[in-house]
């Protein structure tokens, strides 16, 4: 199967709430595997449907590195039923707003229930990298972007450089960043 194209900043789609999947059928399995064939081809370690333009609650996820064997997660219409009080804070990223990371604080373990690729119910406690990465999906399906929990100045520079660039039918250009260069998620003092 094949990619398909991303949706960038400031695209409207990316503010929409996403519908939840009414039944696990043959078009949710083609539209995880399309997920995963963009995921992968963009060296993400996440995508949530509405990032190929598909307004339905589906997130995929694999946080295996290259050299690893793969580990695909595939969450459908997921609910945080916990979230600690702990906070842990990852310098984030999205490949709808490529090339820009800032840190942003969550809670550290979350605890979510959805259904798996099949439609059977499963419940994960997840916790480090997981827990950052289920968030920042579960936020895309709510029309939420990982630049809402940063301060107001840095999210209307990154948004002004993205309309910018899409007006001249380009992607905005930062400092390039080695992904060896990226920490585990620390914990927030409280
Ligand atoms: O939803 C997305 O835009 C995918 C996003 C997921 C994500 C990354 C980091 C923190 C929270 C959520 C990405 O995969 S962006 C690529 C990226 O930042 C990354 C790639 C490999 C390892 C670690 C981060
Ligand atoms: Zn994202």
């Known amino acids: ?8 900043l400031p ?13 696990v059928d043959p078009e949710t399995e083609a539209l995880v595997q399309t997920m995963f064939d963009t995921m992968y081809d963009s ?4 995508l949530a449907a509405i990032q190929i333009g598909v307004a339905k609650r589906v997130v995929t996820i694999d946080l295996a590195g290259d050299e690893e064997k793969p580990q695909p997660l ?4 997921p609910e945080i039923v916990k979230a600690s009080e702990e906070l842990q804070v990852y310098d984030e990223g999205c490949l709808s707003i490529p090339e820009y990371f800032e840190e942003v604080e969550r809670p550290a373990r979350v605890t979510v229930r959805s259904l798996d690729r099949e439609g059977k119910p499963q419940e994960i406690e997840a916790e480090g990298l997981l827990a950052v990465c289920i968030q920042h999906e579960i936020d895309h399906l ?3 972007l990982f630049i809402d929990h940063i301060s107001r100045l840095k999210r209307d520079r990154v948004t002004k450089k993205f309309e910018k660039a899409r ?4 992607l905005p250009s930062f400092p ?11 914990p927030v003092a409280s």
Do not use: Q, T
Not at 74 to 77: L, M
């Open 43 to 46: 060296s993400g370690i996440g």
């Open 176 to 186: 390039k960043r080695d992904k060896r260069d990226r920490r585990a998620p620390e």
């Open 1 to 8: 199967m094949a990619a398909s194209p991303l949706v960038y």
């Open 142 to 144: 709510n029309g939420v």
């Open 11 to 23: 695209d409207p789609k990316l503010r929409l709430v996403s519908a939840p999947v009414e039944r």
């Open 74 to 77: 595939v969450f459908i219409n």
């Open 167 to 170: 007006a001249i039918g380009e």
